[in-house]
DNA sequence: ATACTAACTGAACGATCGGTTAGTAATGTC
DNA sequence: GACATTACTAACCGATCGTTCAGTTAGTAT
């Protein structure tokens, strides 16, 4: 439960961190609102109250959770912003980056994409999304100006469909299996960039036509 | 409320199907398990108990609620499954079709790809939806077989992409935009087969090489 | 030993939850 | 008017909710 080689003074038990492994499963699996304090304790195997001494309140868990997700998705995005270069290869990073993030912390990313706005927290939380989303759409049509992308759809519209399509990830993604992070980015941003459509003769006319 | 023409009988009030789509409203709005009967019933302007009138339990609003999405979304595969022709060509029906079920019953199809299987409902409507996504796969497969998809992807994983970016159509669409349900259909298609990227004489040549 | 620190328990709190019961109100039909 | 039908209210129930509190336990540090 301690990520630091050094005994930890005092009683021995769970810390802030492991309380909120378990508290994010037990969301992703009920939904935040469905998930007692009660059976939270059950499966941590303490007393309701125990939770208390890690945190304030249910409120102050998730609040853990989704600056978790956030942050490392801001991080992808400040990377990002901070490299020179075309914005299609800056998008690309974001996008294998946003991927990656997903990966490493669907626990903490699913809990994220649930959120509803029901309290203080929910609605911040879902703030941050919403300034991430514009911060994405800007280099979608940065990349279009640059006549990197089709010009023809709206970039917001570009950009929605483009997480859509990343965020369904953490509906069925489950780590271990033969599929990686790595394949997996690659799969989506083929899929993204290229298309589903197999070439054909056809489609080479046309682009010559 | 009521639909036809023909007064009914008995005290005027709401109807079954009245009841429903403001509790559908609410339901995304709050999430299901965090819409209180009590709230419920202060939408409607009524007192709780009123609402056991038309409905046995908060359970059954929600069984019609999901049966409403799930057998629009059904009709559209069955469609497909009685038409002969190319796999591609019934898979671009399915697409389209599943965009116009989502968009037509926004309310429904939001609250079923938000549902967690805590309930035998929930679970019983998870299962159809896996089974629908299982129909859709072979025919994601039946068009990479017979040549009109490509074919270094996993079908499950395209699937699950393709109905990723279609699904998250629920968390921005919003109607009477100047995006119609025809248009944004054409605009899902045109990414998910031909892709982002700007057509250039690199990739023509890629391409013919 | 003593002090300190962190982790934890059991019992209880007021509030709210989904749901029940018994009775009432307002319409169309005859 | 009587009657059937449909819609609704007020009061209440036991269960569960998130949270609090006073006290206890198990370890390290000096």
Redesign the pocket.
């Known amino acids: 439960m301690s990520e630091n080689g050094?005994?930890?003074?005092?009683?021995?038990?769970?810390?802030?961190q492991?309380?909120l492994e378990v508290a994010v499963a037990a969301f992703n699996q009920f939904g935040y609102?469905?998930?007692?304090?009660?059976?939270?304790?059950d499966r941590?195997?303490?007393?309701?109250?125990?939770?208390?001494?890690?945190?304030?309140?249910?409120?102050?868990i998730l609040e853990r959770a989704l600056d978790e997700a956030l942050s490392g998705l801001e991080g992808v995005l400040d990377e990002a912003d901070a490299a020179r270069g075309r914005a299609a290869d800056r998008l690309d990073h974001v996008l294998r980056g946003a991927v990656h993030v997903l990966v490493d912390k669907l626990p903490y990313v699913t809990l994220l994409l649930r959120v509803r706005g029901n309290t203080e927290v929910e609605r911040s939380a879902l703030e941050r999304r919403r300034a991430f989303d514009r911060r994405v759409m800007a280099l979608v049509t940065e990349a279009r100006d640059e006549g990197s992308l089709r010009s023809d759809i709206d970039p917001r519209i570009v950009e929605r469909l483009l997480f859509g399509m990343i965020n369904s990830i953490v509906e069925w993604y489950r780590p271990g299996g033969k599929e990686d992070a790595d394949r997996l980015a690659d799969d989506v941003i083929a899929v993204a960039l290229d298309g589903l459509r197999m070439p054909t003769s056809n489609r080479i006319e046309e682009l010559l036509g």
């Open positions: 050094s005994l930890r003074r005092g009683r021995p038990g769970y810390d802030q492991g309380i609102d469905a998930t007692s304090m009660g059976v939270l304790a941590l195997g303490l007393s309701k109250s125990a939770i208390y001494h890690h945190f304030a309140s249910k409120d102050e």
